[in-house]
Each structure stands twice: as structure tokens, then as C-alpha cells.
């Protein structure tokens, strides 16, 4: 076989490969997510394309060079590679993330792993003997040319792509959640809310079982052990806390049932008149409201124009991208979606990987456990005269909201609060490290000299992983001036319908627009609340406590 031959039947099959891995999964996997992250086109695809042609150039001359007893079986197994990798990225990738952003747990899906593997074996078997039989004349002119339609077929996509999503994302669709003000007091009233993500009360019970001497700190506070979160996972749940808007359940798609888009909808609770009086309110009290979280907030909570007034440390700022980093992880994902079953956990990416590839001119929020362990240890708390908003108002008054990862995976927290690897680390250490962390915040606050007139709160956005039952998140308050020989539980059935009149309960404003505060409620009151899995599209609604609920979700009930 000629040289040139051997060109002109590799180019197509190389093609394949290269953009199917390059170019079509990396858009497939930006285009899906693309209101989660903050890059845009522009800063992978131009790289990915020339890593691509080089690719196609160097791949087919390294094929035409072969002799030909090495070329035909190499060029045989390869279509089957490139084959399979389409057919896997377009039909066989029934369970690639779970819903709540944990890592996948492989040991449920062996099953899937050995079906997936034989559909592999089959088709390169079946790719070979046909080969070697009924086209062993022209195998190399039915692939090549079958390699083309694919190729063809997927450059639509990839045009389809380009042209329905825009090339790069306007400077002020991204803003920064200031770490300013992070590790301050103000000199008026605090109020202090830490988010652990995940943290159920099954979490706090079981590491106060196991560790009775954890309870000492909390002597002072009140632990409501009937929490509701309304939604199941952060997204929407925190935007749900902020807001107080409910959200419809039919958004799996990210749209709403009138074909509004989730932005839209972002827009619309961020904007309505309830929403807007609530922080007003609180300005006008002399309050401040900071909320601290990772760099994917805007996914949560949409562009800044949602924020002005509201979320005071909230701004635009100049985004810088790595793009290399991107790149690799957006290849990384490639790999995932296209390899086998078999080998995808060697090439799982969880979503937090991607808070690496976006970096601000100002410092941003402490959102991973260790590192706002670590800043905590290093600058303590301070005391500031003055607590300036978004707006440029000086107040003297704080509300606080602290979101860091908690319970999320990958677990990377010691029991010391200090970061590990993920081999030195698990559930029951990174609960002690939360532990930790909590606890030295609370020693800060005496230290100042504040604890006392300081209202705390401890709590989630929602609670475990629906599989594991435990889906009520953990809520304990200590308000200003409360002291107590030790801690007291209720099981009042609140929800986080109750957070912002809590809030105005708190401050000494009139809530009863917004609904109850969680003061409203007691020991023994009945009240009917709803759990929505927003993924799964389903609701729990329930009447009494955790243990209700979970009946509900088992079909006991």
C-alpha cells in the first residue's frame, strides 16, 4: 500500500478520534454546564482545536510511515476504539454524576461496569471478524468512509454548538464574592450563620454520640432536631435561603414549565418586592449582609445586577481563566465520558475541581474547610468600627453568612481542621474537623469578648444524600444574651421557609409578611412541610419529624 493511500484512509479515522475527544466532548461538557462555570469558549476551544490538528497531522503521518503488517491490525483496532468511544458518549452513558456532586459510588454500579464492558468487547470482536471476513476486501474503504459520516455528524454538533452559544461571556455576567469582612465583627450587633454543607442532624447526633465531650460548647445553644430545608440540594436550596422565593419543580432542564430559563428565574426571586424589602430592611436597621462562598456562586445566584443591595460584599471584578488548567480538565472529562465503565474512576472530575480555573484582582471567599480553618487560626476575628455595604453605607451592625463545603466530598479535612489527603481522610474525620472548626469560631467570639451578644447559628442548606436517609439538616441557634447549664432540644418542626422572618425576628422587625420565625414554633405543634428533590423531580411532604419523613421517602406512608 502506497504512502499516500495510506494517508488518505487513516485521515478520516484520525479525525474521528481527535475531534470526538478534543473538540465534540469538551463543548458537549462547557455547553451543559455552562451557567456553572466561569470560562467561556474562548478560553479552551481555540487551544483544543490546535492540539487537535497538530494532532491529526502527527497521527497520520506516524500511521503512514507503518508497514503494513503493523498499519491494517493498528487501523482495524482503532476504528473500534474511535467507534466504541462514539457509541459510548452518545448511548451508553446512562450514570455518569449523581445528582448532589459526590463522587460516584462504584461499587453499586458493578453491574453496569461488566454489561458495559462485554457491549466493548462485542463490538471490537465484531469490528475484527469483519475484517477478516466479509470485507476483508474493502474493510479499510468501509471504515473509512463510516469514519466520515461520524465525523460529519458530530462537526454539526460542534457547529451547532459554536454558533447557539456565545464565544465569550460579558465581563459583567461574573462577580466576586469579596472575602472582605470574612473574619469581622461589627461593633453593634452580629449576627453569625455557618453553612456546612451536607450536615445533617444525623451527622451532628451520631459525632455528639461518639464524642459527648463536642456538646460542651453548644451548653448555650438550642438544637432544632425537626429541620426542614425545602430543597434537597444547595442548588436551589441556598438561593432559596437568600431570596425566600419557591421554585417550581419541573426545572430538571433548567428551565421553568413556561420555557423561562433558569437565569430568568434567578433573576425574577432575586427581584421580587418581598425579596427586595427584606434587605432593605436590614439596611435600613444598620445591617450589613455578607454571604461568603466558592467562586461558582453566580450559578446559584445569578448575575450582579441580582446582588446590588443585597448581597453586600458581592462585585464586579477582572476574571483571570487558567487556561491550562481548564483544558486539562475539560480533557480529563473527555476521557470520562467516552472510556468504558471500567476505567471511568480513573478519570473522574468532581465540580469543585473546576473553582480552580477562575482567579480575581481581590481576595475571595475561604469556601474549602481547611483553608477557612487555617485563615480562622491565623487572623482570629476582628472588631471593625464600621461594616461598609455594596452601596457605600457604613453600618454598625452584621449578618454574617458563612457557607463552607462541610460534608461535601471529596473529604480532605484531618480532625485537626487542617487539609489531608483524600487517603487520610473520610466521613467520620471531616466531621470532627467541622467540630473543630466550629469550635474555635465560638472560642474567637470569646475571646472579643462578643459571644455573649452575638446570635449564632449553626446549620445546613440541606442535609445527606437522599440513599442514605438522612435528609433533615442540622439547625442550632444561640441568640444574643441566651445562656443556658446546657443545650436544649426541641423538635419544633421548622424549615428554612423560616430563614429571613427569623432573621427580621431577630433584629426586632415585623416578619409576619414573610411567614413564621422558627421562634413561632414548639414542642409537639403539628405542621405540614415539603421536601423537593429538584433533580429527581420529586416531593416528600410530610407532617411530624425526621423519622416521618423518612417514611414518606421509603413509601411507608
Known sequence: MKIKDKISNCLFLILLLLETYALLCPLEIYVGNKDELLFSISDFFPILLGIATVGIIVGTLIFSILPEKIYKPLYVLTFAFALMSYIQNMFLNSTLMRDDGGKMEWDKLQGKMVANTIIWVAVFAIVIVLSLTLLKKNYIKVYSYTALAITFLELTAIASMLLSNPWKKPEDAHFSLSGEYQYSLASGDNIVILILDRYSNGHFESLMEDHPEYLDKFKDFTYYNNMDSHYAYTFPAVRHLLTGIDEDLDVSDMKKPDGTSYKDWNEYAWHTDSCNDF?????????????????????????????????????CVPLHIDKGLTVRLLEKMSLYKCLPYAVK???????????????????????????????????????????????????????????????????????????????????????????????????????????DNTTIIVTSDHGWAPEYLDPQPVFLIKRAGET??????????????????????????????????????????????????????????????????????????
Open 279 to 315: 434587605y432593605q430592611t436590614l439596611h435600613d436597621k444598620g445591617y450589613a449582609l455578607n454571604f461568603y462562598y466558592s467562586v461558582e456562586a453566580y450559578a446559584m445566584l445569578g448575575d450582579m445586577d441580582n446582588l446590588i443591595g443585597k448581597v453586600d460584599n458581592a462585585s
Open 345 to 451: 474512576p480513573k478519570f473522574e472530575v468532581m465540580s469543585t475541581s473546576f473553582s480552580g480555573t477562575a482567579g480575581y484582582e481581590i481576595g475571595v471567599s475561604d469556601y474549602q474547610n481547611a483553608a477557612f480553618y487555617r485563615n480562622l487560626c491565623d487572623r482570629g476575628l476582628t472588631i471593625e468600627d464600621k461594616i461598609t455595604t455594596g452601596t457605600g453605607q457604613d453600618c454598625d451592625n452584621l449578618v454574617n453568612i458563612i457557607f463552607i463545603e462541610g460534608i461535601h466530598e471529596p473529604y480532605t479535612l484531618g480532625v485537626d481542621g487542617s487539609e489531608v489527603p483524600e487517603s487520610e481522610s473520610d466521613l467520620e474525620i471531616t466531621k470532627q474537623g467541622l467540630d473543630v472548626i466550629v469550635d474555635k469560631y465560638i472560642q474567637e467570639l470569646k475571646d472579643q469578648g462578643r459571644y
Open 484 to 557: 443556658h447549664d446546657a443545650m436544649v432540644t426541641t423538635n419544633a418542626p421548622v424549615s428554612s421557609d423560616d430563614f429571613m422572618p427569623t432573621i427580621l425576628d431577630l433584629i426586632g422587625e415585623d416578619y409576619i409578611d414573610y411567614g413564621t420565625s422558627i421562634f413561632d414554633w414548639h414542642d409537639g405543634d403539628k405542621r405540614v412541610r415539603t421536601l423537593t428533590y429538584r433533580a429527581e423531580k420529586v416531593s416528600y411532604t410530610y407532617e411530624g419529624d425526621r423519622e416521618d419523613l423518612v417514611k414518606v421517602m421509603q413509601g411507608e406512608k
